[in-house]
């Protein structure tokens, strides 16, 4: 087989997603020449496909040694470095690949995508414009820029750009999660669902459809539409925002527990007020879990969730089994200590919830989760043994309860802000 009809069987190969093939004739074809820049870009481009993200650096490192003025080198390093989740990589080398071809539309949509994952609205709308003047049609700069748009509470203009991109190719998988996630922060998980269909459709192995669609599942709900209304708003803020929310929310309970404290006129307004900001609190950890729990029972969504999710919610559920039971025995015999199981089931349906979240740090979280669970079992056996309920371990699971709080929010935060 000549060479022009292996570059050709490789062009069909990465469209058809048959990466492990395409490296396999790529390897073959670099062994004739091991200086080609093209191959070793398509090498690294399958290698990134396939998860092999250091393999797919170190190739792309060596192609650029051998040509450093190449711009679409530092195009495919910066993607790398975006799986990665190094952004600061990501950004200097598509920098680069601008600098060196200020004409190319898709770099400077990729640029823009980089800015919008920092939350950096006002910078990913100019990038994604300035992709948009090179390249009118360019599908990651009219998704992006619809994005920013949203972001910048501008929702006429970023609807008429994503239906522009759906215009130009009305099949696109990206453009439909991308219009459904739009449509969903906007409050119209109706229609969402619809864009979801239609993305799956195409590629029902796509991540990014799969959880907007279980998302518009579980929003049908009023009560988790609303909280998706608040995830949404969070989720917009940058880390000092959200840490202001936290922290400012925090003392602010904690001052109306004071005036309560030292007002007993007061207490029958803000005791109330107190306990449904607490209930607040505690269902924005748990109201996602419990949410895939009753999609277990749904046709649609059971087949959307992950082996993760589907595990959180059942250790969710058997959190909420023990608070139950432990109340139960507790109104029924009664018994102080069976509290103790209680407020263990209750306290345990938090750190379940979030145990699987990825963050910097690898099952930081699941490690955390398995202490405080054992702990929690030891304090109910002292319980039960000396009918102490304030032993030296239930005092250590209160701490590690309020710590875990703090602790998951910084993961989660920092995971979320680039």
Known sequence: MSEDHRIAKVTILIQQKKYAEAEKVLKDLISGDVNNIYFLSLLAEVNLQQ????????IIENAIGLAPDEPHLFYVKSRIAIQQDDYNEGEKNILQAITLDPYDADYFAFMANIKLARKQYEEALEFANKALEIDS???LGLNTRSTAL????????SFNTIEGALREDPNNTYTHANYGWSLLEKGDNKKALKHFNEALKSDPNFPYAQSGMLEAIKASNPVYRG???YSFWMGNLTAKYQWGVIIGFYFGVKLLRNLADNNVSLQPYLNPLIIVLALFAYSTWVITPIGNLFLRFNKYGQLLLSNE???SSNFVALGLAIFAVGLLFYFVLPDERFLSVAVFGC??????SVMFSPTKYKNSLLVYTIVMAVIGLVAIALTFMTGDIFNMASVIFLFGFIGFQWAANFLLIRQSNR
């Open 51 to 58: 998860d092999k993200f250091d393999t797919a650096k170190t």
């Open 137 to 139: 049609e360019n599908l």
């Open 150 to 157: 949203l972001k910048l509470d501008r929702s006429e203009e």
């Open 227 to 229: 909280y998706l209304k």
């Open 309 to 311: 999710q589907k595990q």
């Open 347 to 352: 306290a345990m349906m938090l750190p379940c």
